[in-house]
């Protein structure tokens, strides 16, 4: 299978990282809608939020502690952020690579579009 985002976590495909461990990176996005947008994933792959199971509990918790933790790193925990995780088409999910959007840097809409 020819994935991009494993592709960046098996740095086959260049990535501007901004944390990595064993089980998770953090990387701009290539295309950001925000001052600050950065995705998180699992090097493991994982299609999407309905491809997680029991066992990937912690790993998801992880994720997210990240997340908060780059928001810091990226001086947008103290104005906001959001997290978003997009899941098949009419959410928008167009990577098939579970990630989690971490957006800020500016004023959100809210409803999302
Ligand atoms: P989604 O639409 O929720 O699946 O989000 C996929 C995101 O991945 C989009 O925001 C893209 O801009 C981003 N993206 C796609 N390819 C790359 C890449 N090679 N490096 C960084 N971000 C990427
Ligand atoms: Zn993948």
């Given at each position: 299978m020819d994935c991009v985002f494993c592709?960046?976590?098996?740095?086959?495909t260049p990535?501007?990282?901004i944390y990595?461990?064993?089980?998770?990176?953090?990387?701009?996005?290539?295309?950001?809608?925000a001052p600050v947008h950065v995705l998180?994933?699992?090097r493991r792959h994982l299609t999407n939020l309905l491809d997680v199971n029991?066992?990937?509990e912690?790993?998801?918790?992880?994720m997210l502690v990240v997340a908060t933790q780059v928001a810091k790193k990226l001086n947008v925990s103290e104005t906001g952020f959001r997290i978003v995780i997009n899941t098949n088409k009419d959410a928008?999910?167009?990577?098939?690579?579970?990630h989690i959007h971490l957006l800020g840097g500016r004023k959100m809409q809210w409803p999302p579009g």
């Open positions: 592709r960046i976590s098996q740095d086959k990535a501007k990282k990595q461990d064993n089980d998770i990176i953090a990387f701009h996005d290539i295309n950001p809608q998180i994933i699992s029991s066992q990937d912690s790993l998801i918790g992880r928008g999910q167009s990577i098939d690579h579970l």
